[in-house]
């Protein structure tokens, strides 16, 4: 197993352009989370999937943001009419019972 | 969005020094983690306390959970090269990691060969 995995690594986009971010979760985990990450801060909670059901959502996921984790496994993450304020690094977790697994992120840069 | 008050915000010592950095909250947590990431990576888990007064030990990291459970330190003995990172405190309210982690601004520890 190769851990968490998230695509792209980098994403350059114009404002007003939509964006999608896939994460591969551990197979085995059945919890999935999305952090948004800014420069200088910690991780800040997006939403949380148990299989494929979306259990949790901050108030940071404005209704531009729409996550999806079909059939339970891979999860993706669309962002809608990019700002530049979405300007950040978004991570993906996973989980089976006790502790996370963070992936790399995917960098983005609203230009 | 809330955050951990976590502090220092930054440190540079020389190699073989010894560093602490602590955590708190105006919240009860029920674990409380310790996290480690390097630049354009995602957190890597150091430690994690489960039980307020925990004291925890993983080479040469110890962490300590607060007998409140509102506070969390940690400490790196005989710091090396290797130890340079942004260092984060975590809470979690759910014991079983199904809520979500509230994350500490983070520690930026620099270490002088």
């Known amino acids: 197993d190769t851990g968490v995995s998230q695509n792209p690594r980098h994403k350059i986009t114009k404002r007003g352009q939509n964006v999608t971010f896939r994460c591969d979760p551990i197979s085995e985990h059945n919890r999935l989370y999305w952090y948004r990450q800014t420069l200088g801060q910690g991780p800040e909670f997006l939403t949380y999937f148990q299989n494929e059901a979306q259990l949790e959502k901050s108030r940071l996921l404005s209704d531009r943001f729409s996550a999806e984790r079909p059939k339970g496994s891979f999860s993706t993450l669309e962002i809608q009419r990019t700002e530049q304020g979405d300007s950040a690094m978004y991570l993906c977790?996973?989980?089976?019972?006790?502790?996370?697994?963070f992936g790399s992120g995917t960098r983005l840069t609203v230009v | 969005g809330q955050q951990l008050n976590q502090s220092p915000q930054s440190m540079f010592i020389q190699e073989g020094e010894d560093v602490s950095m602590n955590c708190t909250s105006s919240?009860?947590?029920?674990?409380w983690l310790w996290y480690k990431q390097d630049p354009g990576e995602g957190p890597v888990l150091l430690i994690a306390l489960y039980k307020a007064g925990e004291l925890t030990s993983n080479g040469r990291l110890t962490a300590q959970f607060g007998i409140t459970r509102k506070d969390s330190f940690l400490n790196i003995s005989a710091s090396i090269p290797s130890d340079v990172g942004i260092y984060f405190c975590?809470?979690?309210?759910?014991?079983?990691?199904?809520?979500?982690?509230?994350f500490g601004g983070g520690t930026r520890l620099m270490v002088k060969p």
């Open positions: 977790a996973s989980s089976f019972e006790d502790g996370y697994t």
């Open positions: 919240s009860i947590f029920n674990t």
């Open positions: 975590a809470g979690q309210l759910s014991m079983n990691a199904g809520n979500m982690l509230t």
